[in-house]
Structures are given as structure tokens and as C-alpha cells.
């Protein structure tokens, strides 16, 4: 469980990382998008 955590906090904060350099809206919402169903997995595990 501390696993996935660690990897969910590393792909939102990818996500943040890449709404600020990222020039198209497609590279923006993919990262985004994978964080928030991360989110949504671990709180439906826990």
C-alpha cells in the first residue's frame, strides 16, 4: 500500500510538472488524469 502511495505522489507531482512546461492540452490532461484515478483507486482501497 506505501508502494502505490509513493508512486500516486510521484505521478501527480509529475502531473504539476507537466502543466507547467507542457505546450499542448493532450500532454496536460494525461498526466492529470492518471493522478486523479490514483487518487480515486487508493481512496477506494482505503
Do not use: E
Not at 500500500?1 to 501527480?12: E, G, R, V
Not at 493532450?26 to 484515478?37: E, I, K, S, T
Amino acid at each position: 500500500m506505501l508502494l502505490s502511495q509513493f508512486k500516486c505522489a510521484t505521478a501527480y507531482l509529475s502531473a504539476i510538472s507537466y502543466q507547467r512546461t507542457a505546450i499542448s492540452a493532450r500532454v496536460r490532461v494525461q498526466p492529470m488524469a492518471l493522478a486523479v484515478g490514483c487518487a480515486r483507486k487508493l481512496t477506494a482501497d482505503g
